[in-house]
């Protein structure tokens, strides 16, 4: 029996909530950090659902291979925010965003 | 060629103006220039007229044929319905005026360039102006003779009454300690505002005539049919339109030649300087009032035995005598002259009132020879001492100069004394126009004098020309009688007191006499006053020639008048009493002391006639303090009471009209709309600000929600169809 694909997009779906949730009510830099992670994984279970059940792509690797691109992506991604968090810190001696609003008006 | 002359006649009036114009617009800053201007102007006068005059001699018959004169029309005046002609006239009345007027103002012309002191330090500021002043005066006399319509006449008249007025008031910054001494400015105004009086009443006349007769040019009136119709028609209460109206023409006389009630205002015109007194107030303008009369003397006897030529009589003659008896009792040298003008002007103006037109001109040409050369000669007296007086004083105060300067009056008459010996040629000359004005046989004075009490003599034995009662002829003659005495023994108390016996004051006795330009005058003007009785004697009258001819227009013959030995007598008689009662009293033993002998003895009547029968106090409280009074209600009606609330209510409506509209209107609306946009916007951006937090989380946020609406509009839009139709809703 195979899975439908309504269930993984409402997985992704999921994934991508939390993510989105995570991303803007934590505190800190590298929690928000992860909740971008989890919302780009999401993309790829998306990707990869619609890969596996759209029978015109499956002779190809497209989905599979859309999904390394994005996960490379997050991973450099991740790098520049994590040295963006460093240099953050190293300025303000805080990991918290929400000491950081001197752009507040 | 014989009409050459007369053609030219309008020329006369315009070289003075001329004169005029030049001076004041361009040569006032050069006095020798102005001077020589004046001379000029006056002399090319003087010699047009004189040619014109001498012209008139040949064309008499053409001149006074009946709608007479020489009429050369200039131009019209299209005043509606009918029309007004200006132009000018010569006839031998105009003629004779000619004769006299250019030259007696040549004369005087000449003589004020010593009087104004050309040439000397004390040389008068506006001397310049003095001499375009008289020039346009001149212009006004002249043109006034020559006119042939009461238009211009009343135009001339008006510019003369403005020169004296200007002419008086010359010294206008002159002012006395005594206040009750009346300056030169108040001369110049009571004397414009006296004749004023006269000249309403001539204006009244002159419009009336106009209205009667459409027109007013002296030929077109003086024909006999418009006289008949004047004369035959009544205006109010019974009087005909042509007695009117010469009665109101004769006001503007009474005004202009200082008659009796309107005589006020002459003794104080002597306020200005002498060759003004002798040119205005003694040969030319005073004798303008007797020429209007002369002038329209058609008027004054259209209506046989009417009260007009009463009225002229009576007013005349009193006035002659009133003067003289106030004459008697002055010691200012120039008002016993002026008082006497006023006197003998009476004499013209009552040989007018008895149809004696050819007495009255004659005694005015002579006596404006005679006058002005006594007016001259008292200016060449006054100026005189005034040098003299200047030199002492010079010495005396030494070189502090003019350190305490209490007034000296140098025209009174109680600082002179014998200045015969230290001014003779002035003396002498005086003697002689005193002698004129008396009327002492063979000088000018004597004859016409004696032709007008003459004519007044038969006037009452045979009854007067033109309807003029008898009665009249005696009360004149009476009255003009005793003025003669009268005159002889002030003018000779005047000779006594000013030339005879020893300087009273150290001012006298350091007069010089006066300088050349201002004696020769004098001494031409007495050749004059000696001679000229003889164009007018009742054996070879030319005078009536000349004149009498031009009565014949009025319809009708004067009588020659015959030679009467006894009236003569008589006349010569009461003269050399009046002389002999002033030599009494006045040159038997010359006076010492600076005190009139006549003061004591007469008492209270000395007082009165030194004060003018107090007529002028009388017009200041009857008739100029309640003017001027009713000018300050008139006023303070106006203004305090009607027009300042006005303007005040008006502006405070207006104010508080503003302060509404700006408390209405301009804040809260205004300035809300605009404070309002200005604070909303603000509101604005205080709203807005609330979105930037500066946390990151936040902006996430809102473009998160954003997103997820655009997305969620755009699957709504998309399936909006299906969807109602899954729910069954389409």
């Known amino acids: ?105 | 060629m014989t009409e050459s002359y007369f053609n030219l006649t309008w020329l006369i009036p315009l070289f003075p103006l001329a004169a005029f114009a030049l001076i004041v617009l361009w040569t006032n800053r050069w006095r020798l220039v102005s001077t020589w201007v004046a001379w000029i102007g006056i002399g090319l006068s003087w010699i047009l007229g004189w040619a014109v005059f001498i012209q008139t001699w040949g064309s008499t018959e053409e001149l006074t044929a009946p709608g007479g004169g020489h009429p050369v029309p200039l131009f019209t005046i299209p005043t509606g319905s009918t029309q007004l002609h200006v132009g000018f006239h010569v006839d031998t009345l105009t003629g004779l005026m000619l004769f006299m007027v250019p030259f007696v103002c040549l004369m005087i012309f000449i003589y004020s360039k010593g009087y104004m002191n050309y040439g000397t330090e004390d040389v008068d500021p506006r001397y310049s102006r003095f001499f375009a002043y008289i020039s346009l005066f001149a212009c006004g006399m002249l043109g006034l003779v020559v006119s042939d319509n009461f238009l211009t006449l009343l135009v001339f008249w008006e510019i003369m009454g403005l020169c004296s007025y200007l002419l008086i008031g010359f010294w206008f910054d002159k002012s006395y300690a005594d206040p009750k001494r009346i300056t030169p400015k108040e001369a110049g105004l009571k004397a414009f505002l006296t004749t004023r009086l006269g000249d309403v009443l001539m204006l009244s006349g002159i419009l009336l005539l106009y209205s009667q007769t459409g027109t007013l040019t002296f030929r077109e009136i003086f024909t006999p049919e418009t006289l008949e119709h004047l004369a035959h028609t009544n205006a109010w209460a019974g009087m005909p339109w042509a007695t009117l109206i010469a009665l109101l023409i004769f006001g503007g006389a009474v005004g202009k030649s200082s008659q009796f009630p309107l005589h006020v205002w002459l003794p104080d015109a002597m306020e200005g300087p002498t060759p003004v007194s002798a040119l205005i107030h003694a040969a030319t303008m005073v004798s303008a009032g007797v020429y209007l009369v002369a002038r329209s003397f058609p008027l004054f006897v259209a209506v046989e035995g009417g009260i007009q030529l009463a009225v002229v009589a009576f007013i005349g003659s009193f006035t002659a005598l009133f003067a003289s008896t106030i004459a008697i009792a002055q010691n200012d040298i120039k008002r016993v002259l002026a008082y006497s003008t006023v006197s003998q002007l009476g004499y013209m103006i009552a040989a007018l009132g008895l149809g004696a037109y050819v007495a009255a001109v004659f005694h005015l040409i002579t006596h404006a020879f005679f006058k002005g050369l006594l007016f001259m000669a008292s200016g060449s007296v006054i100026h005189g001492v005034e040098h003299g007086h200047h030199h002492t004083h010079h010495h005396a105060a030494g070189p502090e100069g003019h350190a305490h300067e209490e007034e000296f009056d140098a025209n009174d008459m109680l600082n002179m004394g014998g200045l015969l010996r230290r001014m003779p040629a002035t003396g002498w000359t005086f003697i002689i126009g005193a002698l004129a004005l008396t009327g002492i046989f063979p000088w000018a004075g004597f004859w016409s004098k004696d032709e007008i009490l003459a004519d007044a003599w038969n006037a009452f034995l045979h009854g007067g020309h033109f309807g003029v009662s008898s009665n009249w002829g005696l009360f004149v003659w009476i009255l003009l009688t005793v003025a003669a005495m009268l005159t002889a023994f002030y003018t000779g108390r005047q000779i006594f007191m000013t030339f005879a016996g020893k300087p009273r004051t150290e001012a006298a006795a350091h007069a010089p006499e006066s300088v050349p330009s201002m004696v020769w005058p004098l001494v031409i003007l007495a050749g004059f006053a000696t001679v000229l009785g003889l164009a007018g004697t009742p054996w070879a009258n030319q005078f009536f020639e000349l004149i009498g001819a031009e009565a014949s227009i009025l319809g009708e013959h004067l009588a020659h008048g015959e030679f009467n030995p006894l009236i003569a007598g008589i006349s010569s008689g009461v003269a050399l009493l009046g002389w002999l009662v002033a030599w009494l009293i006045y040159g038997r033993k010359p006076l010492t002391a600076r005190v009139d002998p006549l003061e004591r003895p007469l008492g209270p009547v000395y007082t009165v006639l030194k004060n003018k029968y107090y007529f002028d106090e009388f017009y200041q409280a009857v008739i100029v303090r309640p003017a001027i009074r009713l000018g300050q209600a008139c006023y303070t009606f106006d203004n305090k009471l009607v027009i300042d609330p006005i303007v005040n209510t008006v502006g405070r409506f207006w104010a508080w009209f503003s302060d509404w509209l700006r408390r209405a209107i301009d804040n809260p609306i205004i300035d809300g709309a605009v404070n309002g946009v200005g604070r909303f916007t603000s509101w604005c951006g205080e709203f807005m600000r609330a979105t930037q937090t500066g946390k990151i989380q936040n902006y996430l946020l809102v473009a998160a929600v954003t997103a997820f609406l655009l997305i969620g509009l755009y699957i709504v839009r998309s399936n909006w169809a299906d969807w109602l139709k899954a729910l069954g809703l389409t």
């Open chain 1, 1 to 105: 029996m195979d899975v439908p694909l309504s269930w993984y997009l409402v997985v992704a779906a999921l994934l991508f909530c939390i993510g989105l949730y995570g991303a803007l009510s934590r505190r800190n830099a590298i929690a928000i950090l992860m909740g971008v992670e989890l919302m780009l994984n999401s993309v790829n279970v998306n990707l990869l659902a619609f890969w596996r059940h759209v029978e015109v792509v499956q002779a190809t690797l497209s989905g599979q291979a859309f999904a390394i691109i994005v996960i490379t992506v997050a991973a450099a991604e991740a790098a520049v925010g994590l040295a963006l968090a460093i240099a953050v810190f190293r300025n303000r001696h805080t990991v918290d965003v929400e000491e950081v609003d001197t752009m507040k008006l």
